[in-house]
Structures are given as C-alpha cells and as structure tokens.
C-alpha cells in the first residue's frame, strides 16, 4: 500500500513484464547459436493548471500548495497521477511531481522515483538512476528504499553486485520491520552470500517474514520443516505453513501442501485432498510440469526424500492438459492456444515427447492473434528449424511484432539477429536500439549487466552522431510506451 501524506490510502502497484518464453543465444563472436535457453533524466510534462485540474478531479488546493513548491502536496499530486484517483494514469507526470519532492529531499518521494526508475515507468529504465534515489531515500531511513537497494546491491544492477552491501540495506530495513528485507537477508544466511552461512540463523529471519504473511517466506519455511535445515524436523509445521502459503495462492506451497496429503506426512493420508491442492497448484503454472520456483535459492530438495510424482498428480495434469487443449480449440482460445503449443514443444504431459510440428501450428495460431508470447515461441522454432523450415526471414519478422508489443525476450531476438545479419541486414542501430528496449523487462537467461556489454558492442560499431540518433529513438519510445502493460 502507499499511503497519502495526511489522506488515504491507495493501493500500490508495479506491473512487471510475463517473459517466460524462449530466448537466442547472443555469441560475442558475433553469430548466433542455433539454439535456445529455456527460463525460465527528468520529465518534461507542463504543470497543468487550476481549471483543468477540477476537470480532472484535482483538489485546486493540493495544486496549488504543489505549485508553489510544498514537498508533501508534489508528492501527494504525483501519487494520484501514479494511481490514476481522479486524474487518468500518468506515470511520467507522476515522475514530475516526485522528482520536484525528491529534490526538496522528501524520503517518500526519492523511493517513489527511484521505482520509476527501477521499474521504466513514466521515465526510461535506468538502474544507476534508481540507486541513486533509493540511497537518498534510505539514508533517511526509508524501509522500502532500503529493502530495493539491497535487491540492486543484491542483483549488481545499477550498482557492482556486492552481497556484503545487499545485507547492509537488507538488514537495515529488515529491523524495521520489512518482511520482505527479512526474507531476503533469510537467503543471504542460507546461501552463505555476504554472511557467513547460518542456516539456524536463516530461518529465525524467514519465520519473521512468514508471521507478517509473506507468502514466499511461509512456504520457504514450511521447507525448512519437512527438510530439518536449521532446525528439528516436523511435518506437521510444515504442513502448517504450506497451508497459509496455500491459501494465499502461492502454487508451491499448494504443490507441497499436497504432497504430505498423498504420503500422510504431518496430516492424515488423503488422496482426494493431494489430488486437490495439485490441482490448484498446476492450474496456475505456465508450465504443467515445472514447479514455480517462489523460493529459488533457498532451499533445495531434500535428497534423503526426493517427491517424486504421484500416480494421481499425474492424473490431474491429463485431465487439465485435455481441458486446456478443449479451451484452446474454441473462440477466444488465443492465450491457451500458446499454452498449448507450448505443452507440445517441451512434450509434457503428452507422451513426454517433444512434437515441434504440432507445438509451431498451435503457435501459429496464437500468432496470428496478436500473442506475443506465441509470435516469440514460433520465431524461435523457425531458427532452430524445429517443426518449421529453417528460416530467419520469417523468425525476424515474427520477433518483429512481438518486440513492437514490448516483450523483451522478442526485442533481445530482434537485436541479435540484427547485429549477426541473420534474417535482416546486418544494423547496429538496430541492434543498439532492440538491445536497449529489452533492458527495460527481463529476458529469459541474461543478466541485465550483459544485456548492457552487448549493447555497448553494438555503440562500438556507430558513429556518435548515428549512437544519439538511436539513443533519442530509445528515449521517445520509451516515453510513448511508459504507461502501457507490454504484451505476452
């Protein structure tokens, strides 16, 4: 929740980019591998005035205490344009109003910017940008900004990746109360990463975070019951707190929940209720087979007591697998056509044989509907020739449109079969500038720091009057888009 300075509050978020397609290899010796890695500056906008403000639903008084250079009201003005509460959805007047703060030194607003910027919202993506303003924020003591520049420190994005200093900021925000920081300091112990490995220690701060209702933590816990890491095992805690995870949704916890129902670990042995949580847990995974990994890197499988897979689990996925196809076959059936196709690429569920002729046609037709994440998935196959013809032609144009939509797997494609002049003319602006676009989403298997050494190989190639045509290119798409949910 973020909260108005002397108001109400308003709810918070931060749509995120769904990139869980595939990706090309980028080779620095300048070609493309023939496969796949399956994943998983200050706005300009005018000061509007008092009219339209009313108009707009606007408080003449909050605009004009604004206007005349009262940090809170700024914040408070850039929140409802964030939020869309009586104005429409402006993230880059929302950027104006809250830089205008920040820079008077309001703690609230120098986070509240540096998640524009961490997350491209109204403002470019620019890493550097967000650590700069999370650190002004939590040198005064702002949680939240705290918790987000450990995360970067974490990461090493905007920043050198330093664990040391992550457990810093994370530790700084977890004594104030953030669940999230303490989680996130929970994997540092784990891991041993930037603190000396405390397993013991781990789960004291996990178990913090999962009483608040950290979904993540809840079920990380949970693991660490049924395992015994850091301290005595006990299936029934585990069972415990899966369920909370589980209630909350969170598929991992649903999955595991269901598998002490199947063995009759810390609750009593019942079939009918395994096959139910496996059921809630499966429905919600891009992938049928895969588990969703809310607490990667946290704890592994214990390998005294692997899981294995229940004859009635894999029940459950046929039956979901046949409805998904049944829903896929009828009008309006474009998002489960690609899950479809999907399901044949990776061969789950259906024989456990990969059936690319099968898996492109279901694409195709998700394709040809305006799925991005299909259009991406049947590029890939046209440059592996798998269930297609070999052809980069088409695989370019099909990342084409998925990058216009904004899906940063496509954009990344779309850059490197540019720089390899594989498919289109060899183009380093284009390069530059489709390399540049992906950084600001997550593609699946590179790092931000090596999207951002490929994209500075492709600057190399330009001269300095072509590298600020593209970059201005970069900027004014950025700011057309900056509003807009980018696409699957």
Not at 75 to 83: A, I, Q, S, V
Not at 97 to 124: C, E, H, I, M
Request: proline share 4%.
């Amino acid at each position: 929740m973020n909260r108005l300075k002397g108001g109400e509050v308003i709810s918070k978020g931060a749509p995120m980019l769904s990139t869980r397609v595939s990706v090309l290899t980028f080779n620095l010796r300048l070609c493309v591998t023939l496969g796949m890695l399956l994943c998983v500056a200050g706005a300009g906008a005018q000061t509007p005035d008092t009219t339209s403000a009313q108009v707009n639903g606007i408080d003449p008084a909050l605009l004009a205490k604004a206007q005349a250079g009262d940090a809170i009201a700024q914040y408070n003005l850039g929140l409802l344009y964030h939020e869309g509460q009586g104005v429409p959805k402006d993230y880059a007047e929302a950027a104006t109003w809250w830089r205008k703060a920040a820079d008077q030194g309001d703690a609230t607003a120098q986070w509240s910017l540096g998640t524009l910027y961490n997350f491209g919202q109204g403002v470019p993506r620019d890493y550097r940008q967000a650590a700069f303003w999370y650190l002004q924020a939590a040198d005064q003591g702002n949680a939240e900004a705290q918790v987000y520049l450990g995360q970067l420190y974490d990461l090493g994005q905007g920043v050198q990746q330093d664990y040391t200093q992550a457990a810093v900021w994370y530790r700084k925000s977890a004594d104030q109360g953030n669940a999230n920081a303490q989680f996130a300091l929970a994997k540092l112990y784990f891991n041993g990463d930037g603190l000396p490995k405390d397993e013991a220690i781990a789960v004291v701060w996990t178990r913090k975070a999962a009483e608040q209702g950290l979904a993540s933590a809840q079920v990380a816990l949970g693991l660490s019951y049924e395992a015994g890491r850091g301290l005595p095992q006990d299936y029934a805690e585990a069972a415990f707190w899966y369920r909370k995870a589980a209630a909350q949704g969170n598929a991992t916890a649903q999955h595991c929940l269901g598998l002490l129902y199947y063995k009759g670990k810390g609750v009593h042995k019942d079939r009918a209720q395994a096959a139910e949580w496996e059921r809630k847990s499966t429905e919600q995974r891009d992938s049928t087979a895969e588990l969703p990994q809310a607490v990667a890197g946290f704890l592994p499988p214990n390998p005294q007591e692997p899981y294995g897979e229940p004859p009635v689990f894999s029940q459950v996925r046929a039956d979901l697998i046949a409805d998904l196809i049944n829903k896929a076959s009828q009008s309006g059936g474009e998002l489960y056509q690609e899950r479809v196709g999907d399901l044949y690429e990776k061969g789950e569920g259906l024989g456990g044989n990969p059936d690319y002729g099968l898996a492109a046609a279901w694409y195709h037709r998700a394709a040809v509907n305006g799925v991005a994440g299909a259009q991406n998935s049947l590029g890939v196959l046209y440059v592996r020739g798998a269930g297609v013809p070999l052809d980069y032609g088409q695989a370019a144009a099909l990342f084409q449109q998925a990058a216009d939509k904004g899906l940063a797997n496509a954009q990344y494609n779309l850059a490197v079969l540019y720089y390899s002049a594989e498919g289109v003319p060899q183009n380093f602006s284009e390069a530059y500038f489709w390399f540049d676009l992906a950084m600001s989403g997550n593609v699946d298997g590179v790092k931000p720091a090596a999207l951002a050494k490929y994209r500075d190989l492709a600057a190399s190639h330009l001269t300095k009057t072509v590298l600020l045509q593209t970059q201005e290119r970069a900027r004014k798409w950025f700011e057309d888009h900056a509003t807009k949910t980018p696409s699957r």
